[in-house]
C-alpha cells in the first residue's frame, strides 16, 4: 500500500513554501518550535496509520445500520475516535486556558490531511466536531459553553450542523423548522432535517446538533433565521446527560462514498418537547453558521485534496510495479516488458493527478497560513484574502481531485474499478465533495456575485499582490523562464475579462452574467493554483541542497504542465465570458 501522503511533499510545504516556523514569532505560538511541530505532525500520522487507515475499506462495506431503534457502526471507528480524541487534537486550535494546544492552522491543516488520506469517513466524525465546538466558542453565551465545550473537546460529545431541509435544499431562506420561545429561556423546535452527516451513531455518548431555524413570527428569508443548539440527550449544567431529547431518527440515507460517515434524516419535536438554546441573537443564525460552512468549505477542499492524492500515490506505486508491454521503438516480442510508468500515456495521467493533487494541497495549506496570519498575527488583510479564496479552495479540489481519482483508475486499468484496490473507492468518496458545503454553482455565485467586490475588490488586488511578488523572484531563475512567462501572458486576460464582468453585474446583465459563475470559477481556481506551481518551484530551487533531485525536477515538469496544458483551457472559457455566451442561460427547459 503507497504512503497516505509524499512526506518530503509535505514537509516542503510545510518549511519551504508557507515558512511554519516563522508563525512562531507570534505571541500566540511562541511556545512552538520545529521540533514540536514535528512531534504533533507525527502523532497524527501514527493515529491516521494505525487507527484510521486499516478499517477504511472495512467501514465502506459495512455501512452504519439503523434498526429502528439505534444505530450501530463497525467498532473500529468508536476506537479510532478515542485515539484522535485523546491525542487532544478536537481541541488544538483552542487556547492553553480552555484545554487546547494552541497549534497554529497550518499545522493542524497538515495533522488533518493525514486523517482524510487514511480514512475520510470515520475523520468526518470528529471534523464536524470540531467545527461545531467552534461556533459555540465563537457565538455561544458562557453557560453554553460551559455545558458544551468540554464534553466535546474531551470526546464525549459529538457536534453536527443541520441546514437542509428536504423540500429546501441550498435555498436555506425558504426553510420551515421552526422555533417557539418556550418561556425558561429556551425553545421547542419542530421539523426536519435531512444529509445531516454525523447526525445519529453509536460512537459517542451524546450528539450536539447545530439547528438553522425560524423563530414564530420572524420575518421570511435568510434575516430571519436564527441558531439553535439542541442535544441529542438533554444535559444539565454540569455536562452530565439526564434525559432524551425530542429529536428522532427517521432514517439513514446510502451515499455512494463517505458510506462509514452516517447520513441521517432527523426529525425534530415530532412530540412537541425538542428544547432548543438560542445562539447568540435571534436572526443572526446563518451568519454564525456561515463560520462552520467556510470552515467546513475548507476541510471539503483538504478531503477532495487528499482523497486524491491518496489515489495518485497508488496508481504511482502501480504503474511504477506492474510490467506490460514494450516501447514503440522495441519491436522485439521476446523482449521483457516495461513497467507501465514508461508509457507515454501513463505518464500523462500521473503527470495530471500530480499537478491536480500537490497543486490542491498547496492551496488548502494556503487558506490555513491565512487564517495564521489573519487571527495570530491580526491581519486584516490576509483575512479579506482568505474570504475571497474561500470558494477557490473549496471548488478547485473538490473538482479536480475526483478527476484525479478518475485518472488513477485508468492507470490501473481493470484493477482499477475492482475494490481489491483502494482507487475505486476514492473516487467514490471523493465523487460527493463537489457537492459537500455547498455546489460548484453555489460557490461560483458567491464568488463572482459577491466575494470579488468586497471590501472594494480589495481581496483581488491582494491576491494579485501576492502573485506579482511570486513572479518576480520566479523570473530570476533560468529554469522559470517559460513557465514565468506563459502565466504573465495568460493573468492580463484573466484580468481584463474580471473588470468586464464586475462591469456588466453593475449593468443590466447580472443575470446573465451569473448564469457562467462556475465557470468563473474554475478559471480562477487555475489561475491561483497556477500560481502556487509557480511559488512552489522557485522555492524548490531555492531550497534544491536539502531536497533530492528528483523531487525538484518533478515540481518543474508538473508546472511546466499546468502552464502548457491547464491555463490555455482557462484562455478558451475566457473568450466565451468575454463574448457574454449565453448558451446556457438561452436554453429552454423544454429543449431538455
Not at 475523520?123 to 457565538?139: D, E, K
Not at 523531487?551 to 463574448?579: C, N, S, T
Amino acid at each position: 500500500m503507497a504512503p497516505l501522503v509524499n512526506q518530503q511533499d509535505l514537509e516542503f510545504l510545510l518549511n519551504d513554501v508557507f515558512s511554519a516556523e516563522a508563525l512562531t514569532k507570534f505571541p500566540r505560538y511562541a511556545d512552538y518550535d520545529q521540533e514540536a511541530f514535528t512531534s504533533v505532525l507525527d502523532t497524527a500520522r501514527r493515529i491516521a496509520e494505525t487507527h484510521f487507515l486499516p478499517h477504511n475499506a472495512k467501514a465502506d462495506a459495512h455501512e452504519p445500520q439503523f434498526d429502528g431503534a439505534k444505530v450501530t457502526t463497525i467498532p473500529e471507528v468508536k476506537t479510532a475516535w478515542q485515539h484522535y480524541a485523546d491525542s487532544g487534537l478536537l481541541s488544538a486550535r483552542h487556547g492553553y486556558d480552555e484545554g487546547g494546544m494552541q497549534l497554529p492552522a497550518l499545522i493542524s491543516m497538515a495533522c488533518n490531511a493525514y486523517f482524510m488520506a487514511a480514512n475520510p469517513a470515520t475523520a468526518a466524525y470528529p471534523f464536524l466536531t470540531s467545527a461545531a465546538a467552534n461556533v459555540i466558542h465563537a457565538f455561544g453565551s458562557e453557560a453554553q459553553k460551559q455545558r458544551f465545550l468540554e464534553p466535546m473537546f474531551s470526546g464525549r460529545f459529538a457536534g453536527t450542523m443541520a441546514l437542509t431541509e428536504p423540500d429546501v435544499g441550498s435555498s436555506l431562506g425558504d426553510l420551515t423548522t421552526k422555533a417557539v420561545a418556550h418561556g425558561d429561556g429556551s425553545y421547542r423546535l419542530k421539523g426536519q432535517k435531512m444529509y445531516i452527516s454525523g447526525g445519529d451513531q453509536d460512537i459517542t455518548e451524546n450528539i450536539v446538533h447545530l439547528v438553522l431555524a425560524r423563530i414564530e413570527g420572524a420575518p421570511t428569508g435568510v434575516k430571519g433565521i436564527s441558531m439553535f443548539i439542541v442535544p441529542k440527550l438533554l444535559v444539565d449544567e454540569q455536562g452530565n446527560c439526564t434525559s432524551e431529547n425530542d429529536v428522532k431518527l427517521a432514517g439513514l440515507l446510502h451515499k455512494m462514498g463517505y458510506r462509514g460517515t452516517t447520513s441521517t434524516v432527523l426529525s425534530f419535536g415530532e412530540q412537541d418537547a425538542c428544547v432548543g438554546y438560542l445562539v447568540g441573537e435571534a436572526g443572526k443564525g446563518l451568519s454564525y453558521m456561515f463560520k462552520m460552512m467556510n470552515e467546513a468549505r475548507v476541510g471539503v477542499g483538504l478531503g477532495a485534496a487528499m482523497i486524491g492524492y491518496r489515489g495518485y500515490l497508488e496508481s504511482l506505486a502501480y504503474a511504477k510495479d506492474r510490467p506490460q508491454g514494450r516501447s514503440i521503438a522495441n519491436r522485439d516480442p521476446a523482449s521483457k516488458p516495461v513497467a507501465i510508468i514508461q508509457h507515454a500515456d501513463v505518464k500523462r495521467m500521473l503527470l495530471q493527478q500530480k499537478a491536480y493533487v500537490e497543486g490542491s494541497l498547496a492551496l488548502c495549506l494556503l487558506a490555513a497560513r491565512l487564517v495564521d496570519e489573519h487571527e495570530a498575527g491580526d491581519n486584516a488583510d490576509s483575512g479579506i484574502l482568505l474570504d475571497l479564496l474561500t470558494p477557490v479552495v473549496k471548488s478547485y479540489p473538490s473538482f479536480y481531485g475526483p478527476r484525479a481519482n478518475d485518472l488513477a483508475i485508468q492507470v490501473l486499468g481493470g484493477a482499477g474499478y475492482i475494490r481489491e484496490y483502494p482507487v475505486e473507492q476514492c473516487f467514490r468518496d471523493n465523487r460527493l465533495n463537489p457537492i459537500h458545503e455547498g455546489t460548484h454553482g453555489i460557490q461560483g455565485l458567491d464568488l463572482l456575485g459577491r466575494k470579488l467586490w468586497q471590501h472594494e475588490g480589495k481581496g483581488l488586488k491582494l491576491l494579485l499582490e501576492r502573485i506579482q511578488i511570486t513572479l518576480h523572484a520566479a523570473a530570476k531563475a533560468p529554469e522559470l523562464q517559460e513557465v514565468v512567462a506563459l502565466y504573465q501572458s495568460a493573468l492580463k486576460p484573466f484580468m481584463t475579462t474580471t473588470v468586464e464582468l464586475g462591469q456588466a453585474l453593475l449593468g443590466n446583465k447580472a443575470e446573465g452574467t451569473l448564469a457562467n459563475a462556475s465557470v468563473y470559477l474554475d478559471i480562477m481556481g487555475k489561475y491561483v493554483v497556477g500560481w502556487l506551481w509557480i511559488e512552489m518551484v522557485e522555492k524548490a530551487l531555492l531550497n534544491a541542497e536539502h531536497l533530492s533531485q528528483e523531487f525538484v525536477q518533478g515540481k518543474l515538469q508538473a508546472a511546466r504542465y499546468f502552464m502548457r496544458w491547464e491555463l490555455p483551457e482557462a484562455e478558451l472559457h475566457l473568450k466565451r465570458l468575454q463574448a457574454a455566451d449565453d448558451t446556457f442561460m438561452a436554453t429552454e427547459p423544454e429543449w431538455l
